[in-house]
């Protein structure tokens, strides 16, 4: 069964910590997607926060599906050449 976490509109610098933290808890309760649909503004901190999500679950054995990944996002992860670990 696909659990969803929703990530918020802002996902910047000052609000990263607060949305990493409530992105764990969701996927300790099992979680294994994050739909960034109604991503509006983000920032490298975003990019570091999904790259790290995605090779934490990548450790346990489990998989993290990001889905809706806005234009803003993919353009930050072919610059930072992360594309592959955030697909």
């Known amino acids: 069964m696909t ?3 929703p990530a918020p509109s802002r996902l910047v610098h000052d609000t ?4 990493l933290s409530q992105a764990q808890a969701a996927l300790a309760r099992g979680a294994d997607v994050i739909d ?3 991503v509006q503004e983000l920032d490298s901190s975003a990019v570091a926060m999904l790259v790290e999500l ?3 679950r990548r450790k346990q054995g489990k998989t993290l599906d990001l889905v809706n990944s806005p234009e803003g996002l993919r353009a930050l992860a072919r610059l930072y ?3 592959a ?3």
């Open 81 to 83: 050449e992360v594309e």
């Open 54 to 56: 995605k090779r934490s």
């Open 16 to 19: 990263v910590p607060q949305a």
């Open 36 to 38: 960034l649909a109604v």
């Open 85 to 87: 670990v955030l697909s």
């Open 3 to 5: 659990t969803i976490w």
